[in-house]
């Protein structure tokens, strides 16, 4: 069963502009946690920004914030004033139980692309 | 620091050829993963470790294995490749020791081994 779901396959934004980036995600476990990985066009995975479901604000890390509404089991990536440097893949992922009882699993969305126009 | 270390970073194999994915880590991370990621697509998990010794499959283990025999190498077999596994692997490590408190740790990933099966 698919855990992860991004649904928007690509998004443009203008420079200087902010965008949000979906995510959604199905877990039966209380605990968990969300991460966002950025992955350029020279293909190294960057991790971005992290939430964890009890945590009661959203995450910020500089231009980077998460909304994260848990009652909708979402976990929406904002950036804000969009760069040219910003334009890349953009991953959510999950931790979740694995069979020893450990969080241990990461599970990855299908991406997005995003393409920052001047 | 070196960080997380991935050989060779492309190879071609031929259908039938085996080879093993090298994956050293030098920040004592207990937990050790796999990842396959295809042309445009996201992050499937194939094998994971959460301590040396201790090996779990993940989404995708079918024509794959793994050991972990020191916590800080975990290679990966390709026994019999195929066409199927053309793709690009990361191998990924995190933090802590303990399971019960790890789902906060970002995964730290290799720069990727590109595989080509012919």
């Known amino acids: 069963a698919q855990k992860i779901t991004q649904t928007q396959p690509g998004m443009f934004v203008q420079e200087k502009e902010a965008v949000t980036l979906d995510c959604t995600y199905d877990?039966?476990?209380?605990?968990?946690?969300l991460f966002w990985y950025k992955q350029p066009s020279s293909g190294e995975m960057i991790f971005l920004i992290y939430q964890g479901s009890y945590d009661e604000q959203n995450a910020t890390e500089g231009r980077y914030s998460l909304n994260f509404q848990k009652a909708r089991k979402s976990a929406n990536l904002v950036i804000s004033a969009s760069q040219l440097g910003d334009s890349a893949m953009y991953f959510c992922a999950m931790r979740e139980l694995g069979p020893s009882g450990g969080y241990n699993k990461l599970i990855f969305g299908a991406g997005t692309r995003l393409a920052v126009h001047p | 620091n070196a960080g997380v270390t991935q050989t060779p970073k492309f190879r071609i194999l031929k259908i039938g050829q085996s080879m093993t994915l090298q994956c050293a880590q030098d920040m004592n991370h207990n937990y050790m993963y796999w990842y396959r990621q295809d042309p445009g697509m996201g992050l499937k998990l194939i094998y994971y470790s959460v301590g040396a010794g201790i090996t779990d499959k993940g989404e995708v283990p079918n024509g794959y294995n793994v050991s972990r025999s020191t916590t800080e190498d975990f290679p990966l077999r390709l026994e019999l490749a195929a066409p199927s596994q053309t793709s690009v692997y990361f191998c990924?490590?995190?933090?802590?020791?303990?399971?019960?408190?790890?789902?906060?740790?970002?995964?730290?990933f290799g720069n990727g081994t590109r595989l080509t099966v012919t």
């Open positions: 990924a490590s995190s933090y802590p020791d303990k399971a019960s408190s790890s789902y906060n740790s970002p995964l730290h």
């Open positions: 877990t039966s476990d209380q605990s968990y946690g």
